[in-house]
Every structure is written in C-alpha cells, then in structure tokens.
C-alpha cells in the first residue's frame, strides 16, 4: 500500500531546504502520502511544546520521517533527540562520499559510518562529586550486537570496528568481543578493528580504505563530523536514523538562523537525506534517479553560495529536476 511519510520542516534552513526536498519529490511518481507534522523552536512558540504529543503519535505511526532542522530552545527537550530516543532509532547512519565537482581531500572516498545513537556517554547518567564532576559509561551487549548486525548488513567488503579496548577494557572491551562474535556470522565481509585515535588519522591519510565503521555513540559523533569535513562540508551531509520500527531522515546542519531567510541553503544533504529514505522505503530507482540528477547539477557547478555557485535553493532544486526530466 501506500508508505506514510511524516514532514517535520523545523526551523529557519530547516523549511527552506525540506521545501525544495519536495519540489524535487513531487516530480516522481510515487506510492508515498506525505503528512506534515510540527517541531522546534516556532512550534514551542505557538503549541507551548517542542515536540507535541500529536506529532509523537504522528512519527510513531509511519513508515518514515523527513526531519528538516531545528533550532534550538534553552531549557526544553530537543525535539530530535526525544524523537531518537521514543522510536528507539538505534543506528545513525552517515554515508560520506566525494561527489563531482566538489572539492574533496581524495577523490575516491565511499564510506559509511554507522554510530550507536542509545547508549555510551550520551546516557545522560552524569553526577557531581566532592571532586568534581562525573559521567557514566554505559555499553550493553545488546545494542552492540544490534549495531554491529545492522553494519554487517549494509556492507559490502569490510567492517572496520572503531573503539579503545586497550584504555577502556570493559566497555569498549565488550563492544568489540560482540562486533567479531557478529562478525562470525558474515564469513563473505572482511572484519577489522581500529583504534579511534588511529581512525581519526586514518580518515584523513587514507580515507579510500575503508567501507562501513562501526563504533559507539561518542566516537561516532566526532568521527562523523571529522568525515564530513573530507567531503565538502554539512551542506552536503545526509544522515539516517534507523529503529526496528520506524525511521528518520535528516540533514547533519542545524537551522543555520545565519542565512535563514535569505533563500540560499545548500539543499543537497536534504536531498541526499531523501534518497536515503527512498531506498530505505523501497524505491529503489527513484533514489538513483535523484542522485544520479544530483551529481550532474553538482558536476555543472549548478549550485549555492557556500559551494562558489550564484543559485538559490529553489533553483537549485529546479536544475535538478530539469535532470530528472532528462535522465
Ligand atoms: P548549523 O549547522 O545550523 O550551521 C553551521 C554553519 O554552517 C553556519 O554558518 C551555516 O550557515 C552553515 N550551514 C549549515 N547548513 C548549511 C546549508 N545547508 N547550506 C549552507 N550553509 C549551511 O549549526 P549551528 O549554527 O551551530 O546551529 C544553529 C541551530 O541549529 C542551533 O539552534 C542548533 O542547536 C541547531 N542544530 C540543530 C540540528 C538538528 O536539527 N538536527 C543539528 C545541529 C544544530
Ligand atoms: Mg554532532
């Protein structure tokens, strides 16, 4: 039947981006219902709530999320992280590519990085002491074998298991006995393990050599956004957010209140967002037909400010979907 797509724009860029998302969407012939639904900081203005019940309810019952940007409100709960946690979206998925045109420090990076989204430093288990201050570290065997399953499942060569055992030698410890126990059940994709320290060097001197890292929540979020940087930047940076159930596709930046307004946000990590979300949904050729449109408006240089180009967002969004038209 038809997928059911709840639209969370957000805030500032968040809007702008998620509206040329849909322009490029609406030219495909999909079996998609797209319902909208509210969250962030203009949301907690007008319903008093960052993320109100009604579109909780709305995000538990779909097939998929299309998350936008928000912007953040002192002393409320962050709409994005409360929805990772109720939907219990246990794998951030972060694909990083160097795509034509786009200044890259190799050429051939193809590399997705999946980090545990539910556990380790992130618990939010943090005390003051006499001393001074401390934070715990939990690792469950649990969400290592699920996040380790879901690597091993969308690689292709090899798994490379990113931690500190020699430091932290009962957590990390566990993380990796689990990733080679999981590892075991994957004979046809090679299995590794690094050392953070080492994968931060390792991303920068030979970023080609890798396919799907598997790490834990902290390490994940500093690797991720180190990724990043090899390849253009947060204007391009998709990312997934996967549960058992349900599913959430967002951009890396936030609402950028900087350029909001102006009409000139990069949309290409939304965009990329969405085809993570097309294949995840099962439209498989559509997700290629918007990337491969993708590509060609970036090999063109058809593109916004902060990638050297003249186009506003929407323009941009039109030029590629003049590609989609001709592919
Ligand atoms: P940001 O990602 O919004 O912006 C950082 C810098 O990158 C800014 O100079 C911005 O102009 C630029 N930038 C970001 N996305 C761009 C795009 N698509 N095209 C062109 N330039 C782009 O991060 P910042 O400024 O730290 O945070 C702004 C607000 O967003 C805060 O309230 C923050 O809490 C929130 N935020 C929300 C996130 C989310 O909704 N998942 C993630 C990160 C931040
Ligand atoms: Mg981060």
Do not use: W
Not at 67 to 85: E, N
Not at 134 to 144: G, L, P
Not at 152 to 173: P, Q
Request: with cysteine; proline share 3%.
């Amino acid at each position: 039947g038809k997928k059911k797509v709840v639209v969370i724009k957000g805030d500032g860029i968040g809007k702008e981006v998620m509206d040329a998302a849909l322009s490029v969407l609406s030219i495909l012939d999909l079996n998609i219902k797209f319902i909208e639904a509210y969250a962030g900081y203009e949301c907690f203005k007008k319903y008093g709530d960052t993320l109100p019940d009604e579109s909780l309810k709305k995000a538990k019952k779909s097939d998929a999320i299309l998350f936008g940007a928000v912007t953040t409100v002192p002393g409320q709960k962050s709409a994005i992280i409360t929805l990772r946690k109720e939907l219990d979206l246990f794998a951030n998925v972060r694909p990083v590519k160097c795509y034509p045109g786009i200044e890259c420090i190799r050429k051939d990076i193809d590399l997705t990085i999946v980090r545990e989204n539910t556990e380790c430093l992130y618990s939010g288990i943090e005390r003051y002491t006499d001393e001074g201050a401390e934070a715990v570290r939990v690792i469950t065997r649990k969400a290592c074998e699920r996040i380790c399953e879901f690597a091993f499942k969308i690689a292709n060569e090899k798994v490379t298991a990113v931690h500190k055992a020699n430091v932290l030698k009962k957590t990390d410890g566990l993380f990796r006995e689990v990733f080679y126990e999981v590892a075991e059940g994957y004979p046809e994709i090679e299995a590794e393990d690094v050392y953070v320290d080492a994968m931060a060097l390792y991303l920068i001197t030979k970023p080609q050599d890798f396919d799907v890292l598997v790490t834990t929540n902290l390490y994940g979020d500093i690797l991720s956004d180190e990724a990043a940087g090899l390849v253009g930047g947060l204007g391009l940076a998709p990312s997934a957010n996967i549960g058992e159930k349900n599913s959430l596709f967002e951009p890396v930046h936030g609402s950028a209140p900087d350029i909001a307004g102006k009409g000139i946000a990069n949309p290409t990590a939304m965009i990329l967002s969405s085809v993570m979300m097309l294949r995840h949904l099962g439209f498989e050729r559509e997700g290629d037909l918007v990337e491969n449109a993708l590509i060609e408006v970036l090999r063109e240089g058809k593109v916004t400010p902060d990638l050297g180009g003249n186009l506003k967002t929407m323009e941009m969004a039109e030029e590629i979907k003049k590609k989609i038209m001709e592919l």
